[in-house]
């Protein structure tokens, strides 16, 4: 019987063999070939001085289940601010987008008793609001002390501030009772070229105010530290004094500067007697630490703003306080109070692998990334991003990250670009880590999520690099991906 007609011929043995082979490479997850990073990310990179191994970089496609670039993804980076990305998403998730932090209020004879529960946002205006309240409800006098129950928070050890910056107020530590960030706002307003004032909000009683600023040309200092050195700003908490001895640039127009200069119990002493003078009570009592007694009457509930309004201030402007607040909000709330970093670092842990991460390399000290042994990789921070894409709170938690040429801390960058608008970013900024992380809308209209981290002594000039980087994705040209362990990963994270 004759046999069918061949329309073409076998190939070679070898060839086919060589064919199944690149094919079964590629449903393990390996390429042929590797792209580098993105051309012009390399060269802003030179330009810094800051080699290629250290840096990590993961971009990948909103549900696609292979990354489009990835670089020494797999190695554990401190991520700076980028941490604020797992506590706030935690928090959403664990917490709800509803929650709100509670202070009470308690009449306790002739005793006033407040508890906590570390509101991160118990402001100037909020704590205003609180004793207002207590004025309606007919309190005019203050006989007695007022007590601080700040028992939500387990009580933590003295530490020095993270950069020997005292006075700042991304140093506070948390606080149960955390009035104001602690701080003190000096607004700085010129007077045409003769003289520059300077009002204080809070204003407690005892403070002095040494102003002796000269108006003058030049420009305006960029930056908190250089503003501070120009006008020779120096502080000291015993007695309460603040002394500005330097030149005011009259470009600098208004101006503010927040200062952390009391410790807890003198501040919260002091605004309390400033705003119930200016209600018209009065009060000669202290402030001292307490309880709430058994016999005590409440008398008010004060009700933070929701979760999800929290986040936005966190992230878009990187609030270290604000976050530290939140992360041990989550131990207290979700595993046994009161909060600590070790049943908030057991709770989130447990959260991440819920979702099937597994982050062995995942190191938590404060949530806020001001620390200098927090970790995570790109993959994995990639990864929840991943996740929060996908979870019901997505639209708060990605509406809290700083647009593009828009606001928060990414407002000064890539403007007038075309990915401008386009992007939601996260940032986070050491003097030895540099990190964005976060979703861009590409130009075809497709959500990438992007992350890279610089862990390096002149990590601070990767700003380039990074812009780079958004823009190669922006426009999809960052290449194919790099394999990054002999091993394929998977879009969670997983091998």
């Given amino acids: 019987m004759p046999q069918p007609a061949r329309s073409r011929k076998l190939a070679p043995l070898s060839t086919q063999l060589g ?19 993105p051309r012009a990310t390399t060269k802003a990179l030179r330009n810094a001085g800051i080699p290629e191994k250290s840096v990590a970089v993961w971009v990948q496609e909103i549900g696609v289940p292979r990354p489009t670039l990835s670089w020494r993804a797999d190695a554990p980076m401190n991520p700076a601010s980028a941490m604020k990305i797992v506590t706030t998403y935690a928090g959403l998730e664990l917490l709800g987008p509803a929650f709100h932090w509670k202070t009470e209020v308690y009449l306790d004879g002739e005793n ?23 004025r309606g409800r007919g309190l005019r006098e203050l006989r007695g002390d007022v007590i601080l129950d700040r028992s939500y928070f387990a009580p933590m050890q003295a530490a020095a501030p993270f950069d020997n910056d005292t006075y700042r107020p991304y140093n506070v530590p948390p606080d149960a009772l955390l009035v104001n960030f602690k701080s003190l706002r000096f607004t700085f307003i010129p007077d ?32 908190t530290r250089a503003f501070r050195e120009q006008i020779q700003a120096s502080f000291q908490s015993q007695p309460p004094r603040a002394s500005f001895l330097g030149t005011y640039a009259l470009a600098c127009g208004e101006r503010e500067l927040n200062v952390a200069l009391y410790d807890p119990q003198e501040y919260f002493a002091g605004i309390v007697r400033q705003l119930w003078s200016e209600m018209g009570g009065t009060w000669k009592g202290t402030v001292r630490e307490g309880s709430v007694p058994p016999t005590a009457k409440l008398i ?14 966190i992230n878009k402007f990187s609030n270290n306080v604000m976050a530290r607040q939140l992360f041990l909000t ?20 447990q959260w991440v692998a819920a979702k099937k991460i597994n982050a062995p390399e995942l190191v938590l000290e404060n949530g806020s990334g001001l620390s ?11 990864a929840l991003l991943q996740a929060a894409y996908r979870s019901p709170v997505m639209p708060e938690f990605m509406s809290s990250l700083p647009i593009v040429a828009a606001d928060g801390t990414m407002r000064k960058r890539l403007v007038g670009g075309p990915v401008a608008g386009s992007a939601h970013i996260k940032t986070g900024l050491l003097n030895d880590a540099r ?25 601070p000039e990767a700003d380039a690099a990074m812009d780079a980087l958004i823009e190669a994705v922006y426009r999809q040209t960052t290449g194919r991906a790099r394999p990054i362990t002999n091993r394929p990963v998977s879009s969670s994270g997983r091998p």
């Fill in 19 to 37: 064919r199944v082979l690149i094919i079964a490479l590629a449903a393990l997850g390996f390429k042929s070939a590797a792209a580098d990073l």
């Fill in 112 to 134: 006033l008793v407040l508890r906590g529960t570390g509101d991160p946002k118990l402001n100037y205006e909020s704590f205003w609001m609180l004793l207002r309240n207590l």
């Fill in 192 to 223: 045409g070229d003769k003289d520059v004032r300077i009002y204080t909000e809070p204003n407690p009683p005892g403070l002095e105010v040494v102003n002796q600023l000269k108006p003058g040309a030049g420009d305006c200092p960029d930056g």
């Fill in 300 to 313: 008010y509930v004060h009700e933070s703003e929701p979760l999800s309004e929290v986040v936005r201030d």
């Fill in 330 to 349: 989550i131990g207290a709330e979700r595993g046994t109070p009161p909060g600590r970093t070790e049943e908030s670092t057991r709770v989130i842990r």
């Fill in 372 to 382: 200098r042994v927090e970790r995570i990789s790109a993959q994995h921070l990639a």
């Fill in 435 to 459: 990190t964005i992380a976060g979703y861009v809308l590409d130009r075809q209209g497709k959500r990438q999520v992007v992350v890279m981290m610089v862990n390096h002594p002149r990590a």
